[in-house]
């Protein structure tokens, strides 16, 4: 049982180290990309969204390379998605 615990403790801890890896290479480069309104962004809105970064980093890294491509991505923000 401890075993399975220091296992997933420290999956848990590899990906939050990914997150934070990705959320400074995205607030140092990117950020504009993905979020249009973030593109001359504040100290203190880079710093409020670092833990959303940090938690979500593959959908945001999915997106970006998505834009690298050259797909476009539309996000309807008055459309929830349905479940």
Not at 18 to 29: D, K, N, R
């Given at each position: 049982?401890?075993?399975i615990?220091?296992i997933?403790?420290w999956?848990?801890f590899i990906?939050?180290c ?5 959320a400074?290479v995205?607030l ?8 249009e309104g973030?593109?001359d ?8 969204v ?6 979500f980093?593959?959908a945001?890294?999915?997106k970006?390379?998505?834009l ?5 991505v ?9 479940i």
């Amino acid at each position: 049982m401890a075993a399975i615990v220091s296992i997933l403790l420290w999956i848990i801890f590899i990906y939050l180290c990914c997150g934070m890896v990705f959320a400074i290479v995205l607030l140092a480069s990117g950020i504009g990309k993905i979020v249009e309104g973030a593109q001359d962004s504040s100290l203190g809105f880079k710093v409020l969204v670092i833990p959303g970064i940090i938690v979500f980093w593959p959908a945001l890294l999915q997106k970006w390379i998505k834009l690298q491509s050259g797909k476009t991505v539309k996000i309807d923000h008055k459309k929830p998605d349905r479940i």
